[in-house]
């Protein structure tokens, strides 16, 4: 399939996690006593617009303390949610949808549960919701010609 040549299309999009402490008097039913938190990893387009027509699916790699760690997610919203009690790196492989002929690119997160910094004591008190999230784009270089109509034809 022909490339467009000297062509270089941009995505932007955020990926993180938002983690909230269990409430101690008020335990959601059925979660192991060490679990501390739930939390959620995502990955999701800008102020939550659409990506499905560019990203087909997440594989969303958990620490093998959990059971089917390897969650595959194939359509938005691209997320996990899980309880736990500690904090860990999650990959994160994102696969293209097929028109784009691209292989999957992999990130990785670290899940933050804890709060930090001078507001710590403050925000634990509170049981704030701790979100980590960063900003990225994809660069799709010279993109095959059928997915370059379906990044253009929005
Ligand atoms: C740590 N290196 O020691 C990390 C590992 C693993 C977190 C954290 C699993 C929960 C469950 C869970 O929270 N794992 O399956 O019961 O801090």
Do not use: C
């Amino acid at each position: 399939t022909k490339r467009v040549k000297g062509v270089q299309i941009y995505r932007p999009f955020v990926y993180g996690s938002t983690a909230t402490p269990l409430d101690p008097h008020n335990r959601p039913a059925g979660i192991a006593a060490e679990h501390t938190h739930q939390w959620t990893v995502y990955v999701r387009g800008i102020d939550d617009t659409d990506i499905s027509y560019w990203l087909k699916k997440v594989q969303f790699k958990l620490h093998e303390t959990y059971p089917n760690s390897s969650r595959m997610i194939e359509s938005p919203p691209f997320e996990v949610t899980e309880t736990g009690w500690g904090e860990f790196e999650v990959q994160l492989k994102l696969y293209f949808v097929p028109e784009a002929n691209e292989k999957a690119q992999t990130l990785w997160h670290p899940l933050k549960l804890h709060p930090y910094g001078p507001d710590a004591e403050a925000q634990k008190e509170r049981r704030d919701t701790i979100v980590s999230q960063n900003y990225e784009e994809i660069i799709f270089n010279e993109p095959v010609e059928p997915f370059y109509d379906i990044l253009t034809s929005g």
